[in-house]
């Protein structure tokens, strides 16, 4: 069967509106020859006459009245659907987001950003999931709106990314460990025994690196999946950890920080989304607020 015209809708509409060709012709900007044809174009399309002839005027059929509303109710649910969004009204949105987020994201501006998003919409909730790697399917398919971590060649090509803040590495050890005080040299860092985190998107080797254009090699004692994991060990061992120094920042607490003896490159975390929420006001809005958060 042969798709219908859909632009006739909008002509019916203001056939059925205005009662005569000649002033459905002018709201339409059409000559009365150009509106007689979409008439007759309406008429084989409906199987109805729709507007007849009574006395000077026309009047329509019982097909037409049943229509009126329907078709009316129609246009202006596509007019609504193309138009763009209005203003959002953040105070009455409804809606749970999912943040799939790095490792120390949480601890280190969840209680901040839920206030903020709080103190704007009541009603809106927010879920953390842990990112444990950096597979871009769960953006894909819509389980997770909004993700933040670090963008290399392993995430998705059409995902959107916007930069949240630079961070580096740092070394964390326990008060009272022989790094605790003083001066680290990439000596006796390289010395120390060491906790890595060895989890899949986490380019540890950086440090090593670093550490082997100088001659050097640490010594990995043992290597866990996350950043507060390695923070736990660092905490009730003589084990350095080597983190983030902003993502951590609430898991270092009751730690020594030192800057790392060596030079290993600062990177970027950004928070990325799928292009389907580039223009939803709501997803936009929370994005506002998690760079907001992260930029203070």
Not at 33 to 45: D, Q, T, Y
Not at 65 to 71: A, H, K, N
Not at 196 to 206: K, L, Q
Not at 274 to 296: F, N, Q, T
Request: aromatic share 4%; hydrophobic share 45%.
């Amino acid at each position: 069967m042969a798709r219908p015209d859909l632009n006739l809708l909008v002509t019916l509409d203001v056939l059925l509106s205005e009662g005569t060709v000649a002033g459905a012709a002018r709201r339409l900007r059409l000559s009365p020859s150009a509106m007689s044809r979409a008439l007759a174009r309406l008429r084989e399309a409906t199987g109805d006459p729709l507007l007849v002839r009574a006395g000077r005027g026309l009047v329509p059929t019982p097909r037409a009245v049943e229509l009126r509303e329907r078709v009316g109710a129609l246009v202006q649910g596509a007019e609504a659907a193309l138009r763009p969004v209005e203003l959002l009204d953040v105070t009455r949105l409804e809606r749970t987001f999912t943040l799939r987020t790095s490792d120390g994201f949480v601890e280190t501006f969840g209680a901040d950003l839920l206030a903020r998003v709080g103190a704007k919409a009541p009603e809106v909730r927010l879920r953390f999931v842990l990112k444990a790697d950096k597979d871009s399917t769960p953006l894909r398919e819509g389980t997770v709106d909004l993700e933040t971590g670090v963008v290399d060649a392993a995430i998705g090509p059409e995902v959107r990314a916007q930069a949240l803040f630079r961070d580096r590495f740092v070394g964390a050890v326990r008060p009272g460990h022989p790094l605790a005080v003083g001066t680290v040299t990439p000596e006796s860092y390289a010395a120390g025994r060491h906790v890595a985190i060895a989890r899949r998107g986490f380019d540890g080797g950086r440090i090593d690196a670093a550490l082997e254009a100088l001659g050097l090699t640490r010594e990995i004692t043992t290597a866990v999946g996350s950043f507060s994991a390695a923070l736990a060990l660092a905490r009730g061992s003589d084990l350095i950890a080597g983190v983030p120094e902003r993502l951590t920042s609430t898991l270092r607490e009751g730690l020594v920080s030192f800057a790392l003896p060596v030079s290993v490159p600062e990177f970027t975390v950004s928070m990325l989304w799928h292009p389907r929420m580039d223009a939803d006001p709501a997803h936009r809005w929370l994005r506002g607020r998690v760079k907001e958060i992260c930029s203070g």
